[in-house]
């Protein structure tokens, strides 16, 4: 059924020197094997660029009436076109990008504010330019707006072989740009050209009595303008939302610090050793707070446009130029991670709207399940159906299984007839093919023990999922089978990577390394998406959203990848254990995005292939400063020569990442279709090249060291734009993707410790991204109105608690390693307040030691009738309360600037106690044991059943060490409450003032573990015996002990007094 939509499946070992072809039962599939369906996308061609080109824009300068060439700045002659003069003049700062001298005015330009000023042409009021008169001279150009992260102007560097991308918006004649009307209806469509009317009236660039010749002139002239401005913005925090949130930081701080040496010059005598802990307790508190709260100093919306993305790279009757993207998609265990889940993510992916032959799905499989496989080829035989669907009428989300599942009016805004007819057809489909899957799955139970067997009768290569060899299959793709439609659908590449005994397999990062460097053989595209198998992708133009922030000519070259927020599905109402994490994704990630950019946090992110690489980021030009105007051209000159030739010797010396790889490609692009895969021709051609640039070039050696002994990737990464050279051959490319996933393929190479996914910790995600913002990388975070990826989250207690341990043991695991960012980097370019955000990454799990103690010293207060705080005088009063004021009072604004509910800080808030003296606490202890003494500590899991019943998940109970600490802390206060207040009732009136202090302390114990308690007592209110009797013994112990030793009671030093024996 699934055979006319796939290839065979090509295993093999290169270091056994094995590629075996396993042929389906079907002879389509053998006809379609001998060219197995791929695609190869050529570089753009790369021709040097003429000293006729504008460096700006990359087009040709043009001449002018005289038949001379147009000269925009006579200072110092940086050539630059007239369109961009123009635009220059109007829109930007009016100076020259290179000398940064105010343009003259030339004859036949518009008068721009200052011309005034100007002497020459002061009397040129003949053949006024207007925009619209020279719409046929835009033809065949290219037009770009230049404008870094912050909107301020900067000149394109000039690179001979610059990617693609870097020439923007050609060729706006008004029937190109039809579709970008029908977008609107007809009084939005007019409303917008007038608001750009009136704009260019403003400016003086369009009289009133013009606006009314031409309306089809006016929406070319609109298209046009609209071309060239930026693919995206931002947005800061207003003034009145953000200032008073700093001031407040910073009295905060204040309050803090005298709240602290209030704290440490009066200590309680009679209970010195609980006054100690809790002052380091605090202490520690403090200093955790400013790690988390600086890094908020700046947070930052940012604003893309779709519409402008698509008037550049996707004009009618010219090539797509939108980059490719290849889209990695990991599993582990098919039984543990329901095939019908990655399934839909797939189906999601391929739906995505982007142009088919530029998206690449890679589905790896660590767990090489004949299971998932089975699944894929099902899948890629339903998306011949499903994929047109969605595309036809629009639909989101693009995963059918939660597009059916949505309770809204499905009808909304369709139009179409068939919609209804088509919509009960497709569902129908849907559900026999989940009833395939559940067949799948069924089968896959158990198995069989002479090992699974594929259709035609050959036994599966990964039986033994601990040695087998490596795995490709592709599915789909320009050679593979179209839709229903007749319509090519996006490639679907299967990949297990080959295991071996003996062998380091690094787990996911291990995975994802394996797609970067089959992806960089097989595609080859510029940039990768990063989803988990449960991530669909909620938001079809996701991937443009992206290419808004990496197709950016000047902003996306610098930057290593975007970051979009997690959203989750299948949570309750509640969110009884933080799992939708808002706090973090919209308060934390917005503040990092005003700094170097955000973490990043393991799925929903698109990666620039060359940061991955482990390459620099181009060295921008610093532009000179501004000479003075009032001194003559001449002295200009003079003085600004030495700064000219000093940024002449600097340019191009950025080293192997600038100079070199840029002259590399354009060597390469002039071979021709020859293909490139002999190492020793990366080393030809070097003749012509000075002594010092072939001292910055790698060897033969270096980049066998670097990237591993595989010419066919190396020179993948040699193409900053992806693609490959002409000329490849498909079944030489499947035998190099077979090798280069080999078990031993990364031995004494840089992968993972430089390049790629980074090993030495379970939360590989957190360290990659700081070693990019160390080579000096930016990201970015992109929160676009419809939730780009959604995905699934655990939310019954004890799942949560392991997930979280998970993330907190990767941490710590960090901290003890040479990558910790309290000593790693600091001779790269790491914002200061990017470090204490990493920092604070990896240094939260340890807050849980003193989260423990401070949750005890209540309850042993209430027990001992000891307090951690003598007596409170006016002072101390006034420094207690404004501590708490500020508290709130920050928290408060920080709602009100990030627009986050006060239901999710306080469910935050409340988790954070949580896991701090449960699943945080267990990391630590065994990320010690595991990297001091290599002791791998494994905490196990048994569920019980679960009603099947909406949110049934959230009543699941599973014994796990983990609940013990909090369970404890609970019952300790809970009896300290008691105990305080019988003692209280006791002693009669006096006693109950110092009393409230202290139940306060236990009230806000008990507060926060609220969740963790109704957790634990599930649907019924009972709670696991077993975790009730460790609890009361645990407290019961620890009472026994505290009376038993007591260490506040004064002891006795002089003689034993007995009473009187007589009646004295």
Known sequence: MASNTMTGLVAGSHRRNELHVMQNADESAKKVLTHCDMIYWSASSNTPISVK??????????LKDNGELFVACYECGFPVCRLCYDYERSEGNQCCPQCNTRYKRHKGCPRVPGDEEDNGNGDDFDDEFQIKSHKGDVTNNNIDINRSENGDYHPQQWHPNGPAFSSIAGSIVGKDFEGEKDV??????????????????????????????????????????????????????PSSKINPYRIVIVLRLVVLCFFLRFRILTPAKDAYPLWLISVICETWFALSWILDQFPKWFPINRETYLDRLSLRFEREGEPNKLSPVDVFVSSVDPLKEPPIITANTVLSI????????????????????????????????????????????????????????????????????????????????????????????????????????MQDGTPWPGNNTRDHPGMIQVYLGSAGALDVEGKELPRLVYISREKRPGYQH?????????????????????FLLNLDCDHYINNSKA????????????????????QFPQRFDGIDRHDRYANRNVVFFDINMRGLDGIQGPVYVGTGCVFNRQALYGYDPPVSEKRPKMTCDCLPSWCCCCFGGSKKSKSKSKKGGNGLLGKFYSKKKKNNAKKGSSPVFDLEEIEEGLEGYEELEKSSLMSQKNFEKRFGQSPVFITST?????????????????????????????????????????????????LTGFKMHCRGWKS?????????????????????????????????????????????????????????????????????????????????????????????TNLASVWFLALFLSIIVTGVLELRWSGVSIQDWWRNEQFW?????????????????????????????????????????????????LLIPPTTLIILNMVGVVAGVSDAINNGYGSWGPLFGKLFFAFWVIVHLYPFLKGLMGRQNRTPTIVVLWSILLSSIFSLLWVRIDPFLPKQTGPILKQCGVEC
């Open 780 to 872: 970015v975070y992109c929160m676009p109105k419809r939730p780009a990826f959604k995905g699934s989250a655990p939310i019954n207690l004890s799942d949560r608690l392991h997930q979280v341990l998970r993330w907190a043991l990767g941490s710590v695991e960090i901290f003890l390693s040479r990558h910790c960012p309290l000593w790693y980097g600091y001779g790269g370019k790491l914002k200061w307040l990017e470090r204490l955000a990493y920092t604070n990454t990896i240094v939260y799990p340890f807050t849980s030691i003193p989260l423990l103690f401070y949750c005890t010293i209540p309850a042993v207060c209430l027990l001992t009738g000891k307090f951690i705080i003598p007596t409170l």
């Open 543 to 562: 991937m443009r959203e992206a290419m808004c922030f990496l197709m950016d000519p000047q902003l996306g070259k610098k930057l290593c990848y975007v």
């Open 718 to 766: 040699l193409m900053e734009e992806g693609g490959h050279p002409h000329g490849t051959n498909s079944t030489a490319l499947i035998k190099e993707a077979i090798h280069v996933i080999s078990c031993g393929y990364e031995e004494k190479t840089e992968w993972g410790k430089e390049i790629g996914w980074i090993y030495g910790s379970i939360t590989e995600d957190i």
């Open 913 to 961: 106690v949580i896991g701090g003296v449960s699943a945080h606490l267990f990391a630590v202890f065994q990320g010690l044991l595991k990297v001091l003494a290599g002791v791998d500590t494994n905490f196990t899991v048994t569920s019980k059943t679960a009603e099947d019943e909406e949110f049934g998940d959230l009543y699941l109970f599973k014994w796990t060490t």
């Open 506 to 526: 690094h787990k996911k990062a291990g995975a994802m390394n394996a797609m970067v460097r089959v992806s960089a053989v097989l595609t080859n595209a510029p």
């Open 350 to 453: 391929l739906s995505v709207d982007y142009p088919v032959e530029k998206v690449s799905c890679y589905v790896s499989d660590d767990g090489a399940s004949m299971l998932l496989f089975d699944t894929l080829s099902e899948t890629a035989e339903f998306a011949r159906r499903w994929v047109p669907f969605c595309k036809k009428y629009s639909i989101e989300p693009r995963a059918p299984d939660y597009y059916f599942s949505q309770k809204i009016d499905y009808l909304k805004d369709k139009v179409q007839p068939t919609f209804v007819k088509e919509r009960r057809a497709i569902k129908r489909e849907y559900e026999e093919f989940k009833v395939r899957i559940n067949a799948l799955v069924a089968k896959a139970q158990k198995k069989p023990e002479e090992g699974w067997v």
């Open 53 to 62: 080109n504008c460096r700006v824009c990359g087009d040709e300068i043009g």
């Open 184 to 237: 609107y209806n007809n009084v939005e469509w007019k409303e917008r050209v007038d608001k750009w009317k009136a704009k260019q009236e403003k400016k003086g660039l369009m009289s009133k009595e013009d606006g009314g010749e031409n309306d089809l002139g006016d929406e070319d002239d609109f298209l046009m303008a609209e071309a060239r401005q930026p693919l995206w913005r931002k947005i800061p925090i």
